[in-house]
């Protein structure tokens, strides 16, 4: 069973720091790339950050550059979203998402995680 597993969020107060984890299982997590996503309620889902399979990393939303990083550990199957200096605006839905284009696109996503900066 393919499952994207994310873990890790909460509230936190603003300036604090969180890292997200997302957890592979059923797929082959080494061969893919991942991304994070985030979704505010009403708002569309929106791209944070991206890694490829070998660990080459993307920030890819203007408004967390110098404060979010994005990782990989291919041995456990896990991904991570490093988020340091957190600000109310970061308040989300974090997503995790893994996908492959070979013969067609092959994606996953996670279930989500919220996250919650505020004093």
């Known amino acids: 069973q393919v499952q994207l597993v994310e873990s890790g969020g909460g509230l936190v107060q603003p300036g604090g720091s969180l890292r997200l984890s997302c957890a592979a299982s059923g797929f082959t997590f080494s061969g893919f790339s991942m991304a994070w996503y985030r979704q505010v309620l009403g708002k569309e889902r929106e791209l944070v950050a991206s890694i490829t399979p070998d660990g080459s990393s993307t920030i890819n939303l203007h408004s967390v550059k110098g404060r979010f990083t994005i990782s990989r550990d291919n041995a456990k199957s896990t991904g991570y979203l490093q988020m340091n200096s957190l600000k109310p605006d970061d308040t989300a839905v974090y997503y995790c998402?893994?996908?492959?284009?070979?013969?067609?696109?092959?994606?996953?996503w996670g279930q989500g995680t919220q996250v919650t900066v505020s004093s």
């Open positions: 998402y893994a996908w492959v284009t070979a013969w067609g696109r092959t994606e996953y």
